[in-house]
């Protein structure tokens, strides 16, 4: 038949089925989020390690601060349809990439020789950008809304509080970014799950 195998012609593909292409993308970006939770889980290790007493200490409990326009997970999260919760991942992954900068711009100030955090930070920020963006593809694959672009004043607001605030505090709110980075990272791995061709139907 003289045809060539693997052709990256999206014309070619749409003219066949539009399904092994979405497949295949859900498929890269469950990937993309399961790898991003493990390192989810070492930023947060690490970022506890730099911290000092009493951070990392047993029984230590933090102040959950607020973080502006973003929240962890709702309780009633897995009960919404697939694309609502893959829309409200979006926006928790949109919202968290100048947050994750602001953390690591306070770092560089009170953990200056912690290169190795600072790196995860910075990879961070980027990598959550990189889901975001992989989430929405499959949202419009889906032929679901995407979230709205989001607007700088709360990360602006939280980039001032944090440079005024104290050490502790300071302290304290990065390791509320971090934890919300991981929660929501881990939530987009579950959600993709549901319809990756292994995950529940």
């Known amino acids: 038949m003289n045809r060539r195998e693997g052709s990256l012609d999206p014309q070619a593909d ?13 498929q890269q970006t469950h990937s993309l989020a399961r790898l991003l939770t493990k390192y989810a889980e070492q930023l947060l290790q690490e970022y506890v390690q730099h911290q000092g007493d009493p951070f990392g200490l047993p029984g230590f409990s933090p102040p959950r ?9 709702g309780p009633g999260h897995e009960g919404l349809p697939v694309p609502e919760r893959l829309r409200l991942d979006a926006a928790a992954l949109a919202a968290l ?18 290169p190795r955090l600072l790196q995860r930070l ?3 920020t980027r990598q959550a950008r990189a889901l975001g963006a992989a989430v929405e593809a499959v ?4 032929g679901a809304e995407t979230p709205e672009p989001r607007t ?11 440079a005024t605030a104290g050490v502790f505090a300071a302290k304290v709110l990065g390791l509320r970014v971090c934890g919300l980075y991981r929660e929501w990272v881990s939530r987009t791995e579950a959600d993709l799950g549901q319809l990756a061709p292994e995950g529940p139907a």
């Not at 749409?14 to 859900?26: C, D, F, M, R, T």
């Not at 601060?65 to 997970?73: E, F, H, K, Q, T």
């Not at 004043?153 to 001032?160: D, L, N, R, V």
């Open 65 to 73: 601060l607020p973080v502006a326009d973003l929240s962890a997970p």
């Open 152 to 162: 700088e004043p709360a990360t602006a607001a939280i980039a001032a509080a944090t």
């Open 14 to 26: 749409s003219s066949i089925s539009p399904l092994p292409h979405l497949e295949a993308k859900i």
């Open 122 to 124: 910075e990879d961070a």
């Open 97 to 114: 990439p100048p947050l994750l900068d602001v953390v690591r711009r306070r770092q560089a100030e009170l953990n200056p020789r912690a």
């Open 139 to 142: 949202l419009a694959a889906l």
